[in-house]
């Protein structure tokens, strides 16, 4: 998946004005990620690290820098130190999942990491984005839009959610959809095996037709008088047609040796087939092909000269399943690659994560990184649109051409009529909300189906009326030259996108996105810090109260003692065995500090580690007894 931002003010960020201010450090880190300038963000966090290596905020920007540069065994080091430092921070598990799920092998540690981000800050949407993105990388789309829909429940305005939720309508597949990340094997292994296997395929499925086609040469052609030389005894003619034949099949056993020995991760070979049609499509024919040669060298016919008749329909069957399985095969591929999913329930998804009204492109100024995230949403966004387009034009194309043939096939010059669904549909596309494209082949592959089908419409009723007079003829001309338009329309396009390098007209030119917004994003949101008074009062006072969620509801226990305050402002505290069974069921704590000038009141995360129980603030409010009336909120 891409960075969040692309593109954005190259404008260097002057470190902070207090150099000793570790806190100062890492906005000057976040600020810095936001601008693009991964390499000087990861100096700002070291900065911000050796001036307080507790604080796990500077561990986590480290690792994010880290991630940004490709360095990702080095950002999930950082990521688990500040994991180590707050184990209950939930930015600090939402940058471990996401550094986590860049390394092969590593997913489940991922989705661990994220379930527990949710559940330690069920009310942030980003935790929530990541469990849909680790569900859409294992093709769990079901799983992922349920992920989604609770980001988008928290927060509407969030750019990612709603263009991987459409993502989710089209069944998208990552284009490694073979390997699951869920496997402990490397993906590199699978690649290999599944390479292995499409050649092994592809190898068995040309040398049986280049067979068969020498079978029917050698044999039927002669025998049908097709060929010079039909006064040669055909019977020894077909003995040597088998002979040639079965060394066909040693030579097919060959290939099968050698590309079994390639495969090597037999074990996930099943899940692969599951998991990628194109694969098991593949597998299927190199298994097919052979059967269906054995039956037709079985039934080899022994034809006498000009009898077309006694070829047998089983041979003919065989032979025309082994030289046209290539055909069916892609037919097969387009038809499903071109219905799967709900494109225009997606397209409507990805309108809504386009801003409104349009954010105008400004190159530098304060607001310059917010318009760039904006723009990296708007990027994902706009290019899934197009290729959501491209699938209704291709649906619309094989919808006009499919109800075209009833006519013809029927003999019902009125059943022509039903093809005023296609522009009925595409209509239908139009209310979306999605913008129009400037690409003047997709509006011309749009407008091919619906023209089409207007004239067979039009032809099919004066068919009907009056016969099939020259008029009717032209009409029909019209709508099979429209249908030829548009077929050459996505030619073209798809040509110029294979000539540039570009994205194509297709399925796999999908992309997720990452973008947060204009917001930071939640991995890289600052710690709760704790002031010197909160501090001490938390260690010397015995006015202490944890507040959480028992089994019958709301419960104040009180803490028997808080053994320390780390430097990082985690609390660590003894209570008893209620409290412990309250923090399994619901982390979430809120911590009462009484003190005779105020009272705090801190809002965080319980995990428990040996005898004690380590509390991460998340949010800290600091009030003055009844009668003063005032409060401060830090």
């Not at 300038?37 to 990861?42: F, H, M, R, T």
């Not at 799920?101 to 540690?109: A, K, L, N, S, V």
């Not at 040693?250 to 074990?267: E, M, N, P």
């Not at 318009?371 to 197009?386: P, S």
Request: positive net charge; glycine residues 8%.
């Amino acid at each position: 998946m891409g960075s969040d931002i692309d593109g954005c003010d190259a404008s260097p960020v002057p470190p902070p004005l207090d150099r000793a201010d570790p806190r100062a450090w890492c906005a000057v880190a976040v600020a810095r990620l936001s601008h693009d300038q991964p390499e000087a963000a990861l100096e700002a966090a070291r900065q911000a690290i050796g001036c307080d290596p507790q604080d796990e905020w500077g561990h986590r920007l480290a690792g994010a820098a880290l991630e940004r540069l490709g360095r990702d065994t080095e950002a999930v080091a950082a990521a688990r130190e500040a994991v180590r430092l707050a184990p209950g921070s939930w930015a600090a598990r939402l940058r471990l999942a996401s550094a986590l799920r860049r390394i092969p092998g590593r997913w489940r540690e991922a989705w661990a990491e994220a379930r527990r981000a949710v559940r330690f800050a069920p009310d942030e949407p980003d935790p929530h984005v990541l469990c849909g993105d680790l569900a859409l990388l294992r093709g769990d789309h079901d799983g992922a839009a349920r992920a989604y829909g609770a980001a988008l429940r928290r927060r509407r305005d969030h750019p990612a959610a709603w263009v991987n939720l459409g993502l989710t309508l089209l069944r998208w597949q990552r284009p490694r959809d073979h390997h699951d990340p869920a496997w402990e094997a490397d993906p590199r292994d699978t690649g290999r095996a599944r390479r292995a296997l499409e050649t092994w395929s592809r190898q068995v499925r040309v040398i049986l037709a280049v067979a068969t086609a020498g079978i029917c040469a050698a044999v039927v052609l002669p025998g049908l008088g097709l060929l010079p030389g039909t006064h040669r005894q055909l019977p020894g003619m077909h003995e040597e047609a088998r002979i040639g034949g079965a060394l066909a099949l040693a030579a097919v056993l060959v290939v099968c040796v050698r590309q079994a020995a390639r495969v090597g991760a037999w074990a996930y070979v099943p899940g692969m087939l599951r998991r990628d049609l194109r694969l098991g499509m593949s597998v299927a024919l190199g298994l097919l092909t052979p059967a269906a040669y054995v039956a037709g060298l079985a039934t080899l016919p022994e034809p006498r000269p000009g009898s077309l008749q006694e070829v047998g329909e089983v041979w003919a069957g065989a032979t025309g399943l082994v030289l046209l399985n290539p055909a069916a095969a892609l037919a097969f591929r387009l038809l499903a690659e071109t219905w799967r999913g709900r494109p225009v329930a997606a397209l409507r998804r990805f309108a809504a994560a386009l801003p409104v009204p349009p954010v105008p492109p400004v190159p530098s100024g304060p607001g310059a990184a917010d318009r760039d995230r904006i723009a990296a949403a708007d990027r994902a966004a706009t290019r899934d649109i197009a290729v959501a387009f491209w699938i209704v034009a291709a649906r619309a194309w094989q919808a006009a051409a499919a109800l075209m043939l009833v006519p013809f096939l029927t003999g019902a010059p009125l059943a022509a009529v039903a093809c005023l669904a296609v522009p009925a549909g595409l209509l239908r596309v139009r209310t979306t909300g999605a913008p129009r494209s400037r690409d003047r082949w997709l509006a011309a592959a749009l407008a091919a189906p619906a023209v089409a089908a207007l004239c067979a419409a039009g032809a099919g009723a004066a068919w009907a009326l009056a016969g099939p007079d020259p008029a009717v003829v032209a009409l029909w001309r019209c709508a099979w030259g429209a249908l030829a338009l548009g077929a050459a329309a996505f030619a073209v396009r798809a040509t110029r996108a294979w000539w540039r390098g570009g994205p194509g007209p297709w399925r796999a030119s999908l992309v997720p996105s990452e973008s947060r917004g204009t917001r930071i994003p939640g991995d890289l949101t600052p710690s709760a810090g704790l002031s010197e008074e909160v501090r001490h009062a938390a260690a010397y006072s015995r006015n202490v109260v944890l507040a959480c969620t028992g089994a019958d509801g709301p419960r104040a226990l009180a803490v028997s003692a808080v053994t320390s305050v780390t430097p990082a402002g985690e609390f660590r505290l003894i209570a008893g065995d209620e409290a412990w069974d309250a923090v399994r069921r619901d982390p979430r704590v809120v911590l009462f500090v009484g003190d005779p000038r105020f009272w705090a009141e801190v809002r965080g995360v319980a995990v428990p580690d040996d005898d004690v129980l380590r509390v991460t603030p998340r949010q800290v409010l600091m009030r003055e007894y009844p009668g003063r009336h005032q409060a401060r909120t830090r």
